[in-house]
Structure formats: structure tokens, C-alpha cells
């Protein structure tokens, strides 16, 4: 296929390459940017306890189709779940959003919820519960948190430097003394103290599954993105090239593009990154898996790694299907030569009990 269409590479121990490769080799700037950007999921199981949400894997309900949709501003997920069991099983579900940290950011990029996000059952909206969890290097501090007062919204947005755009209480002098005693605050530049926590946030309902019928669910959202101006680089950069497979097709095109734009060579690029793994806490994993890979225009490229060969559906999309899929690794998508930034700021997530 042509150099400015897609070519995927499996990932490393996945087998024979299926074909050619569009990849890329950038400088360490835009490499850092690409490794950063948070990543959503699929919804898994779970079960909610007094440490929070646990993971969990059902035998009854299968995962009979997923199919996912990928672009630079774009993720649309839709599932079929059949409950395989004599009776009716009732699960909670579990969507989980990126981790992000309380105290001060310049701007809400990647944080929070993402634009455009809906949950849908069945075709129509599903009301959803919030849970979320305060982290300090690796220990869950929300309970210390609630035990010194602080509200939901205290934790999870931190008074005058929530990124949201939120009011939010201030904190008492006595509340600050403690949290700055006990390491729970950290200080900004040279005089400001914001929290050192982070907060990982995820939405669950419960859904019933009837024995022998098919539940359909939805979400659609705009992805948080590592997004810029990527510059052609032709040394040695073995993390990138791991990450989305990339090999030295993809560079006669990308320089190519880079001459195209001037004198800085730049070609404008995208990140996006997708949880596939918690697929697997369904009965068999994703027994019908489609991946449906979407440029914004035909000239615009995309390099991951990924099993399976891909199928040109029309000049702007590309298809995998597998059969029985069980995700060893999660998706990174490098899309090149995109229109605009493709940022989405997040949005305050939903506080509800």
C-alpha cells in the first residue's frame, strides 16, 4: 500500500509483521508529550467494598461484540454482553477515568472528564454513581482526607486551584496545618502549598443482565490527547519505535511532509491511548473484536502496534476483526499530518453518590 496509507505492525512476540509500516521518529520533546497522555478503558467488573472498587471477572456474562472506533478527536465504543447463565445477574460496572493530580495545572488538557461523554444502555441514557480515591505514593489517603473534614469536592478539586472552573470551600487554618505536617500538601514554586495527592475517579452502575439476552452499551467521547508539532528526526530512538512499531517507511513520507511545511520541518501529530486490557475480566474476553481506525483526511497517517491485518474499508478508515481476542497490551495510536491540535479540555467529573 501507499506511503500515505496505513500500515500496522503486530507488537513485539505477536507474530509476523502484517505488511508495511507507517512510523515515525521524532525529537525527545514530542516524545515526552506522546508517552504523557492519559488513557481511557473499556468497561470492565468490579465490586465495591470499604477499600473501594475491586476488579473482579465474571463466568456468566460474555462479551459478544465490541466494536471500537478510533480518531484523533473521536473514541466510540459499542458492546453486546449476553448473560450465558440460567438466571439473571446483576453486575457492577465499572468506567474508569485518568488519573489526574488535585493540586495546580496549567490548564485542564488531561484531566477530569472528557468532552462529549455519554453512557448509553440499551439506547438510552444511563445514570451513573462516582467513585473516587485520593492517592499519595501509592497509599490511599481519602479517608485521612474525609476524617480532617474535607469534603468530596475539597478532595477532588482542590479549593482555588481546581482546573474546573469550580468553587470550591477553602480549607480552615487547622486543616492546612495538619495536611502540611502530615506531607498530604506540597509546595508550588517558592511559596504556595497545593495538594500532593492524586485522584483516580471512576463511574459505576449497576446492570442487570436477563439470562439468554442481549444488553447493548455505549460510550462516545473525546479523547484526551499528547498533541503538537512533531519535527523529523533520523537517530536512534528505540522507545518510540517500540511504542508504535515504527521502521523507516513511514520516514520518506514523513520528511516528505516535514520539506512540505517550511523551514522548521513540522508536521502537526497526535497520541491517543486506550485501555483494552480490562476487557479481559469478561467471561471468554471479547469474543468478536473490531477495530476501526479513522483519519480525519485521506493524506493524514497513523502507526501502532497491533495484531491482526487490517482492511481498507474506504480512504479514510481501516478494520481489523479477531475473533475470541484476549488484550495482552493496550492501544497507542500515532496519528501524522492531522488538522488543528485535536485537544479536548476535560470538564469537571460528576461528584454523585
Given at each position: 500500500?501507499?506511503?500515505?496509507?496505513?500500515?500496522?505492525?503486530?507488537?513485539?512476540?505477536?507474530?509476523?509483521?502484517?505488511?508495511?509500516?507507517?512510523?515515525?521518529?521524532?525529537?525527545?520533546?514530542?516524545?515526552?508529550?506522546?508517552?504523557?497522555?492519559?488513557?481511557?478503558?473499556?468497561?470492565?467488573?468490579?465490586?465495591?467494598?470499604?477499600?473501594?472498587?475491586?476488579?473482579?471477572?465474571?463466568?456468566?456474562?460474555?462479551?459478544?461484540?465490541?466494536?471500537?472506533?478510533?480518531?484523533?478527536?473521536?473514541?466510540?465504543?459499542?458492546?453486546?454482553?449476553?448473560?450465558?447463565?440460567?438466571?439473571?445477574?446483576?453486575?457492577?460496572?465499572?468506567?474508569?477515568?485518568?488519573e489526574y493530580a488535585a493540586g495546580y495545572h496549567g490548564s485542564p488538557t488531561y484531566y477530569g472528564q472528557p468532552q462529549q461523554f455519554t453512557i448509553e444502555v440499551d439506547g438510552k441514557r444511563k445514570p451513573y454513581d462516582t467513585n473516587f480515591v485520593a492517592m499519595l505514593a501509592g497509599k490511599d489517603v481519602t479517608a485521612r482526607l474525609r476524617q480532617l473534614g474535607l469534603t468530596d469536592q475539597q478532595i477532588a478539586y482542590f479549593p482555588s486551584h481546581t482546573p474546573f472552573d469550580q468553587q470550591v470551600a477553602s480549607l480552615s487554618e487547622a486543616q492546612r496545618a495538619i495536611l502540611l505536617k502530615e506531607g498530604l500538601l506540597a509546595q508550588l514554586y517558592d511559596e504556595e502549598w497545593v495538594p500532593a495527592w492524586t485522584v483516580k475517579v471512576s463511574y459505576l452502575w449497576q446492570q442487570t443482565f436477563p439470562a439468554g439476552k442481549v444488553v447493548r452499551v455505549r460510550h462516545q467521547y473525546a479523547p484526551f490527547v499528547a498533541a503538537g508539532s512533531a519535527a523529523t528526526y533520523l537517530g536512534d530512538d528505540?522507545?518510540?519505535?517500540?511504542?508504535?512499531?515504527?521502521?523507516?517507511?513511514?520516514?520518506?513520507?514523513?520528511q516528505r511532509l516535514a520539506a512540505r511545511a517550511g523551514e522548521n520541518g513540522v508536521v502537526n501529530a497526535v497520541a491517543v491511548s486506550y485501555i483494552l486490557t480490562t476487557g479481559n475480566t469478561w467471561k471468554n474476553g471479547i469474543e468478536d473484536f473490531s477495530l476501526n481506525l479513522i483519519k480525519g483526511k485521506p493524506d493524514e497517517l497513523i502507526s501502532l502496534c497491533f495484531p491482526g491485518t487490517f482492511t481498507k474499508v474506504n480512504p479514510t478508515t481501516l478494520q481489523v476483526r479477531l475473533r475470541n481476542f484476549r488484550p495482552q497490551q493496550d492501544l497507542d495510536v500515532y496519528f501524522g499530518n492531522v488538522e488543528g491540535s485535536g485537544m479536548h479540555e476535560g470538564v469537571a467529573p460528576a461528584i454523585r453518590p
Open positions: 500500500m501507499g506511503a500515505t496509507d496505513f500500515c500496522i505492525a503486530a507488537p513485539p512476540g505477536a507474530g509476523a509483521r502484517q505488511g508495511g509500516l507507517i512510523g515515525v521518529r521524532t525529537l525527545a520533546a514530542a516524545l515526552a508529550i506522546a508517552s504523557a497522555v492519559p488513557a481511557m478503558a473499556n468497561d470492565g467488573i468490579a465490586a465495591q467494598s470499604a477499600g473501594g472498587i475491586v476488579f473482579g471477572k465474571t463466568d456468566a456474562v460474555a462479551m459478544k461484540k465490541e466494536v471500537l472506533s478510533v480518531s484523533a478527536g473521536l473514541i466510540k465504543v459499542e458492546y453486546e454482553f449476553l448473560n450465558e447463565s440460567q438466571s439473571d445477574v446483576e453486575e457492577t460496572i465499572f468506567f474508569p477515568l485518568p528505540k522507545e518510540f519505535e517500540r511504542k508504535y512499531c515504527t521502521d523507516q517507511g513511514f520516514q520518506k513520507t514523513w
